[in-house]
């Protein structure tokens, strides 16, 4: 059983920038693929990144050239550096993990975080 425990989120002004993290409870944390996702009342859990054990990463279009993931075995933790925030990047942030591929699929991910929350005002 794999916890998760996101933390970071906060209020900022459009153009700022946070970098939530993700701390897995797993000592097998390197062998999972982790995802970051993102949801806003009333609409389905969207894909924000991933990056897989490989260290290989995806985007979504809407973040990419603004958003990074990393990670850091040594510390089981999964990074999402936001840089250039705008309003509509308001939502609750999860981390999540899974040993499928697929990493834009919410369905391939066994094990979620609780949220943490960003608020991009403008």
């Known amino acids: 059983q794999v916890q998760l425990v996101e933390s970071g989120g906060g209020l900022v002004q459009a153009g700022g920038s946070l970098r939530l993290s993700c701390v897995a409870s797993e000592r097998t944390f390197s062998t999972y693929n982790m995802g970051w996702f993102r949801q806003v009342p009333g609409k389905e859990r969207e894909f924000v990144a991933a990056i897989t054990r490989g260290e290989n990463t995806d985007y979504a279009d809407s973040v990419k050239g603004r958003f990074t993931i990393s990670r850091d075995n040594a510390k089981n933790t999964v990074y999402l550096q936001m840089n250039i925030l705008k309003p509509e990047d308001t939502a609750v942030y999860y981390c999540?993990?899974?040993?499928?591929?697929?990493?834009?699929?919410?369905?391939?991910?066994?094990?979620w975080g609780q949220g943490t929350q960003v608020t991009v005002s403008s």
């Open positions: 999540a993990a899974a040993q499928r591929i697929f990493l834009r699929i919410s369905d391939n991910y066994g094990y």
